[in-house]
């Protein structure tokens, strides 16, 4: 009786061993290493702006001085105490802004900031997309889709913000109703289209928007793990 010849993978060698192992080492180093970096940057660019108007007397480093009653040769950055300070801040406003003085100086301020021709434009228009975003009841961008972009035929992935209103809405196709879908650039999603679609062209994913967002960013190679395209 023959019996089938015993096929085993070939050894690798010490190159292919090490470039192996470096490439292992890079999937796992590259994550937490540009985690880490964009953290820091942004902990730093909020300390930049928030220590830029504060006093010098108020600098983390010469409180420091001051308290302990030491001199140091030059100044130093203390990452992320302006990240504390910019959360404090935020948080008294906020808890100044539901109360009755906290409502009326608002009222009284953007009573002001209307009467200005360019100022009321650009403050109405970023005041509405921070409602819409930071809005804790609002189910915006909460769904991913596919629709036929730029033409039939050709489909790409996008995320459902609202159904369209006002004068919009009102000249939609007639027996459907229009929905707002943002079509995020690759491998940038903050840039994109906005279009307008039927609710009847546009098909619901299973997969959730974090899902849908690292299939963007990563150009079709990152797919969620039990939907992932077998290669043949």
């Known amino acids: ?24 080492g890079l999937v796992i180093i590259a994550p937490i290493a540009l985690t880490a970096w964009l953290i820091w940057s942004v902990v730093g660019w909020i300390d ?10 108020y600098q983390p480093d010469r409180y420091i001085q001051t308290l ?11 990452r992320g105490f302006g990240l504390i300070v910019f959360l404090v801040f935020t948080f008294f406003v906020g808890w100044l802004g539901k109360g009755f003085v906290g409502r009326s100086l608002l009222r009284w301020a953007e009573h002001l900031v209307q009467r200005m021709p360019v100022v009321r434009t650009i403050y109405s228009g970023v005041k509405q997309i921070a409602e819409t975003v930071f809005n804790q009841t609002n189910n915006s961008f909460d769904k991913a889709c596919l629709i036929e972009y730029p033409r039939k035929g050709i489909w790409v992935i996008g995320f459902v913000a609202t159904a369209a209103r006002g004068e919009v809405a009102d000249h939609g196709p007639e027996g459907d109703s229009l929905v707002s879908v943002f079509v995020p650039t690759t491998p940038n999603p903050t840039s994109g289209f ?17 899902d849908a967002a690292k299939l963007v960013i990563s150009a079709g190679l990152v797919y969620p793990d039990d939907k992932a395209p077998k290669l043949p």
Request: charged share 25%; aromatic share 12%.
């Open 1 to 24: 009786m023959n019996m089938p010849p015993d096929y085993t993978r070939p050894r690798q060698g010490w190159v292919g061993a090490m470039r192996s192992n470096f490439l292992t």
């Open 48 to 57: 930049a702006r928030v220590w830029a108007i504060v006093p010098d007397g």
């Open 68 to 78: 302990f009653d030491i001199q140091l040769s030059e100044q130093y950055d203390i």
């Open 194 to 210: 906005l279009l307008f679609v039927p609710e009847s062209d546009i098909k619901q994913l299973d997969m959730t928007v974090e």
